[in-house]
């Protein structure tokens, strides 16, 4: 080949690498290009469904692409979570995860579908749900430190109602019992409306739930809320004391919602949901809906919700551990 064949040959081959690497560069639009699926592994109307709807129209908006929320009950949130964590890591499939598909499954479920830690890429604490300890209001128990007395003096007589085992009201009865010293029998239910259908019927003393769930029955006057296991009193129940306030020490639970994205998705792509979220959150509209929802809003970093996460994890592996708590 002559030295200027050779040459035409070389610039041609050149102009083609370029040109597909043009295209190539093009290929890559900015994120996010095309709608983001937003999983809920529970059934719509609860908590993690409700917020989901908030935060996704919020982002849609601040993104320029639709966020389609879909349910995929199940398993205590295993289904929708083993989903996510099976999807591309590129962002367009993410996850509303819980105290309960985050950290509590793990010990509860003998065989996991997914890890909770390794299969996932956390965005952001949405916020976290105290959890408060109610009676019938036809109960004789006027303050907790008649309910322990009464406990103490016929262990396993006095039984509690949960949405289910494994759920957070579960742990934070058997969390209880532990801390106390008292012998409490559980009674679960298919959901925490069942449960506190029987608690304010009389059929069941006591139960522990979020606000959202007890706080229309207490304004009745139907249920007696004896304490909050929260580090400070909400503001919604002001005359209702902390657990530490009762001498409870270490009594701590709250119900908190997050979103986490498949592992291996890129960091900045994190780092812009992140922000996303963190934005939404501020907004007054939803800042007025968690207020509703009696949701302690967070909006922290991917790092602070993994290192929450993992305390998460190894707290109730303890308490699961120590009343031998499985769930088929």
């Known amino acids: 080949m002559h030295a200027s064949n050779w040459t035409r040959a070389a610039l041609a081959s050149l102009c083609a690498a370029l040109a597909g690497l043009a295209a190539n560069v093009g290929a890559q639009a900015p994120y996010p290009s095309k709608p983001i699926t937003y999983v809920v592994p529970f059934a719509p109307g609860g908590n993690t469904d409700t917020l989901a709807r908030l935060l996704g129209k919020e982002l849609a908006a601040s993104l320029g692409q639709p966020v389609v929320v879909e349910n995929k009950p199940g398993a205590g949130g295993n289904i929708g979570s083993d989903f996510v964590a099976k999807a591309a890591p590129d962002g367009y499939t993410i996850l509303g995860g819980t105290i309960s598909s985050h950290s509590i499954n793990p010990s509860v479920y003998p065989k996991m579908p997914y890890d909770a830690v390794k299969s996932f890429e956390p965005i952001v604490m949405i916020g976290r749900s105290p959890l408060v300890l109610v009676v019938g209001a036809g109960t004789p128990y006027k303050t907790f430190a008649d309910l322990v007395a009464a406990a103490k003096a016929k262990p396993g007589s006095i039984s ?4 289910g085992s494994g759920t957070s009201p579960h742990m934070a009865a058997e969390l209880l019992k532990g801390i106390v010293g008292i012998d409490l029998t559980h009674v679960p239910y298919k959901g925490s409306g069942p449960a ?10 006591m139960m522990f739930d979020t606000l959202l769930v007890v706080g229309q029955q207490i304004k009745a006057g139907k249920l007696r809320p004896l304490l909050v ?4 009193r909400l503001a919604a129940l002001p005359d209702v004391p902390t657990a530490a306030e009762l001498g409870v020490k270490g009594f701590e639970v709250a119900s908190w919602q997050a979103v986490f994205a498949p592992a291996g998705t890129p960091k900045p792509i994190v780092q812009k949901l992140n922000a996303e979220f963190a934005k939404a959150m501020k907004t007054p509209a939803i800042q007025e809906r968690l207020a509703q929802l009696a949701v302690e809003p967070d909006g922290g970093s991917p790092e602070s919700l993994a290192e929450y996460q993992k305390a998460e994890i190894a707290k109730w592996a303890k308490v699961v551990k120590e009343a031998r708590i499985k769930v088929d």
């Open 160 to 163: 509690f109602a949960t949405p």
């Open 229 to 232: 296991a929260a580090p400070k």
């Open 196 to 205: 506190v259908g029987d608690v304010v019927a009389g059929h069941v003393p």
